[in-house]
């Protein structure tokens, strides 16, 4: 079991920075696969970035590649979504995820473990 908490949302301007973090408690955190997803009002879960267990294979959805960037520090057991040039669209609640394996995916109902998310809003 691992317990994981978002943190870092809040309110930015279109083009500014924003960087989330994950931090995770229970299980060893390097044991999983962890996965950012995205949630609009009125929309579904959307997929946003992934990394492997190993720290060598990452994923991004078109819509963030070149802008975002995921990256973990097992050391501290945290994930971190390194949000640059965020667009308006952009805006949603974002929740971190762990999926047991090596490997990452796409797919939500892949993950295992879910936090409550962060708010991101982005104005024009």
């Known amino acids: 079991q691992v317990q994981l908490v978002e943190s870092g949302g809040g309110l930015v301007q279109a083009g500014d920075s924003l960087r989330l973090s994950c931090a995770a408690s229970g299980r060893t955190f390097s044991v999983y696969a962890m996965g950012w997803f995205r949630q609009a009002p009125g929309k579904e879960r959307e997929f946003v970035a992934a990394?492997?267990?190993?720290?060598?294979?990452?994923g991004y959805a078109d819509s963030v590649k070149g802008r975002f960037t995921i990256y973990r520090d097992n050391a501290k057991n945290t994930v971190y979504l390194q949000m640059n040039k965020p667009r308006p669209e952009s805006t949603a609640v974002y929740s971190c995820a762990a999926k047991r394996g090596l490997r990452y995916n796409s797919t939500s109902f892949e993950y295992n473990y879910w936090g409550r998310g962060t708010q991101v809003t982005v104005t024009s």
């Open positions: 990394m492997d267990r190993s720290d060598r294979l990452t």
